[in-house]
């Protein structure tokens, strides 16, 4: 019952745009912080972004600052990734996950969204 499903990824150009977003099913998404990781081949997971549910804090990895925005949508429980300015090193499996705080160990994950950044 409980599962979170990503959406959004696809081939996109370096420099543009693509937005992710995370549905939740089965749970109330607004009591719980979402984050968002992603894994590149042969490269170990990463934290991307994350969004407290407490307090509306964001966070961003250095790679992603200024051009990624985390962003919540409690009337449609689903969390957004919006990607600007895409580089082919963000190409990798995106996966949402969810918990009661922004942590690197989440209790619910997502099967993932592939993001590939090529011409």
């Known amino acids: 019952q409980l599962q979170l499903v990503e959406s959004g990824g696809g081939l996109v150009q370096p420099g543009g745009s693509l937005r992710l977003s995370c549905a939740a099913s089965?749970?109330?998404?607004?009591?719980?912080?979402i984050g968002w990781f992603r894994q590149a081949p042969g490269k170990e997971r990463e934290g991307v972004s994350c969004i407290s549910s407490s307090d509306g804090s964001t966070y961003y990895a250095d790679s992603v600052k200024g051009r990624f925005t985390i962003s919540r949508d409690n009337a449609k429980n689903t969390v957004y990734l919006q990607m600007n300015s895409l580089k082919p090193e963000d190409t990798a499996v995106y996966y949402c996950?969810?918990?009661?705080?922004?942590?690197?160990?989440?209790?619910?994950w997502g099967k993932g969204t592939l993001v590939t950044v090529s011409s």
């Open positions: 996950a969810a918990d009661k705080a922004c942590t690197f160990a989440m209790d619910y």
């Open positions: 089965g749970f109330t998404l607004d009591y719980y912080a």
